[in-house]
């Protein structure tokens, strides 16, 4: 590979777990039936310049009417293109500030909210909202220094769900969507490196708590050229485990190519199951930008950025946990877990058990909403300071925090929940001992028998203890 | 120094920016365009500029006017407004477009339909057309309706006050044997979404239709399907954004247009016929519309009377009322002045007199009942009635009957949200 003079990029999209970009919907992804359709035409027309843009002709050509599905409790007129955008979502700028500091980004003073054409109709306008945040940073690597050439904030696109020889259907529930766009230089000379990159990026990104998690909510476009032939964008890698895979078939193509003295252009493959891609448009050019006049520009609070705190990687804080006692499968979970600040606060407390607290945190809820077969309620972060403080007061045993949960979930208040699992007294206790003692029970049913009528007021350590000195 | 235009260097707090310098619409930057496409800010305070070069802006191919016999000859007159506005990559502002060829360049499909000729009349938001607009307007499309090769006109015009113009038309144009289109549109022409574009071609297959009308020619839904053909009197632009703003208010639209030139009528009209028209074009300027609401002051009445106003129209509440309590002696006053006429705000349904003491005690001294005239059509009306007819009688008279469908004989069953 190292002589056929490859040089690779990759081009990462996070989705933020923020509010859309420019309406005030939620970023959620809707499986219900839509209330309703509309059906709309795209048209190529001219850009700023005066020229037509190559990819939104090619894709203008195919007259093609796009259905657009619409639910009423979470679409807005804005994704529907019936009406101008909202101001610019300050949670979602925020990360795209943080992240350009964590990767040593110059950011732009003032911001320009650009339309960049895009008439495949997985826009309803016809263009895709895009702001260039910052530029020229970098990473460190094993093998050096890599460059950032851009951090990009824009508007995911609508969802595909289905078409037919005329028609392409689109759900609206993901069409602006906040998406961080992050574009190294191409600097990666191996296929392995640029699989590094992107897992550094990747990390980086879900060590600031605020992006979205799961299938389709971060895509990595890979760049790639060899000597003597323009660059290929490569869209649809699913799986960092196979950029060395795919950026060698496509070194293999592109050699292929230039043997063959076929054309090199720029242009834009999407990546096949089996690895191999097919052609999907030309490259796009900078004449298919122009300003979204319905935005002013904005201007970056520089004062605010400096005081943003970069936050904790997650490799680093597994290492924290794990010197906390949590063993490696529950630190890894904890690090990675948007509870992590939580899980922080409870270890300030005396006497709380670490891996106590990280199961509580990253189990029991699970479990809880598996139970009771319902996907209502998270547990508010005031909830959790709130049963850790009792737990750490001796108010309340560790085996009670699931009933407590339960009885929490299913809408009673916290403050009767726990003076109703107020732990027993000693005396209490050996009174029950004495009066449910059986000698003819061997000590583990027996045990058992008295947890059972405890009902989870008292630690099963402390009742076997005083059973042993109930026997003597 | 440099300008709009120039390739620079920008040296800023230590970082260079190379790009085009576009206008700003904040003194304190430069906006500067990169070679990847973005625009960027950067503040003009300790700033080093330096000229590189300087860009060549491409022009947009022309639509040739090359003639196709075989196909109708349509006259176009632009007036401004979304629809024939274009981002100004300088400004970054939209702006009219001032030659209305480079649309018609950007919408190919026409040129299939119809020979379109096009008339640049004015170019403006329509939020700034005056009554005199509205007669110099009729002037021109009058010319191009009594050209005898012309089979019908558009009208280009911003949404806001289209439905006013639509109806200064329809008076306007006495004796009107060919279709009048007015489009406009609610998207701007830069995007692939521009909604205009199909308003065009369905208000092309209009003015080729045989439906002897002035007609508002917008989208009917929210989808690109079909545009729908209202009566110019009976219209009004009820919601600010949507593509299907304009809806038939009292009364069916004449048609539903499809581009393929697929023509579904949905309610009778005055058809195609020879002969020229005869265009009325003076409007009064001395006109107001009042939009009575609880609590609102006479004085606003007795202002207008004493700045010598010929005539109002009152939007009052549901069947036409105002506070009687508050209201009538100025009314009184008023009605001995000027002609006063009553509509409502309700919009849909007609005005009535009889029904409460309140409207019987307005009529009484001497406020006309418009019916189901719609406040915008009246005022409009008031206009055109006084800048033809000062006897007073003959203006109530003129207010009271049907000229250009603006009033119903019957209230319709189904003019209601259509």
Known sequence: MKNLGLKSGIEIHQQLATG????????????????????????????????????????????LTYIYEVHNNNTSLVEMDEEPPEVINQDALDIGLLVCKMLNCRIIPYLQVMRKTVVDGSNTSGFQRTCLVGVDGYIKTSAGKVGIDTVVLEEDSARRTGETKDTVTYRLDRLGIPLLEIATAPDMKTPDQVKEVAQILGTMLRSTGNVMRGIGTIRQDVNISIKGHARVELKGVQDLQQIPKITEIEAKRQKAEIDMKRKTDSHVRNVKEDLTSKFLRPMPGASRMYPETDIPTIKVDMDR?????????????????????????????????????????????QNLNPTLVATTL????????????????????????RLFKALDEGRLTNESISKVMERFMKGEDFDKIISEFKPMSDSALLKLIKDNYDENLPQGALIGKIMNKVAGKADGKKVAKLIVEFKK | MSSAGDRVRIKHAGFEYSGILLESKDDNIFVLKLSNGYNVGIPKGNSKVTVTGNLQVEKLPELKAEKNLKLPNVSLVSTGGTITSRVDYRTGAVHPITKPAELLSQIPELKKIANISVTPAMSKFSEEFSPDDWSKLAGFVGRE?????????????GTDTLHYTAAALSFALEGLGKPVAIVGGQRSSDRG???????????????????????????????????????GTKTKKMHTTMRNTFRPINSMPYAKLFKTGKIEKLRGSNLRHAGEVNVQSQFE????????????????????????????IIEGTGLGHVSANTWLKSITAATKKMFVGMTSQANYGKVDPYVYSTGRDLFNHGVVYLGDMLAETAIVKLSWVLGQEKDKDKVRDLMTTNLRGELSEKSVPNGFLY
Do not use: W
């Not at chain 1, 998270?378 to 959790?384: D, G, Q």
């Not at chain 2, 309706?145 to 015009?157: A, D, F, P, Q, S």
């Not at chain 2, 300027?285 to 609102?296: C, D, S, T």
């Open chain 2, 145 to 157: 309706l009594n050209k005898e090769n012309v089979r019908g006109v558009i009208v280009t015009h």
């Open chain 2, 193 to 231: 979404s521009f909604d205009g574009a199909m308003n065009l071609i369905c208000g092309t297959h209009y003015a080729n239709s045989d439906i002897a009308e002035v007609a508002t020619v917008l989208h009917g839904t929210s989808s690109d399907d079909y545009c729908i053909a209202n009566p």
């Open chain 1, 362 to 385: 990253l189990s029991t809820e699970k479990e809880l909403k598996r139970k009771l077969k319902t996907e209502l309620g998270i547990f508010p972060v005031e909830f959790y300071s």
């Open chain 1, 305 to 349: 950025v400096k005081t943003m705190n970069i936050p904790e990687l997650i490799p680093e804080r597994i290492n924290r946990y794990k010197k906390l006692g949590l063993n490696d499968e529950l630190s890894k979970r904890m690090a990675d877990s948007k509870k992590n600040e939580v899980f922080d606060r409870a270890m300030k407390k």
């Open chain 2, 285 to 312: 300027e001395k006109v107001a519309l009042i939009k009575y609401h609880p609590g609102l002051s006479p004085k606003i009445l007795d202002f207008y009377v004493k700045e010598g106003y010929r005539g109002v």
């Open chain 1, 20 to 63: 859309k970009l420019f309406s005030r919907c939620q970023s959620k992804l809707i499986s219900s039936n839509p209330d309703f359709t509309i059906s709309r035409r795209l048209r190529a027309l001219a850009g700023e310049m005066g020229k037509v843009d190559v990819a939104a002709a090619h894709a203008a050509e195919k007259k």
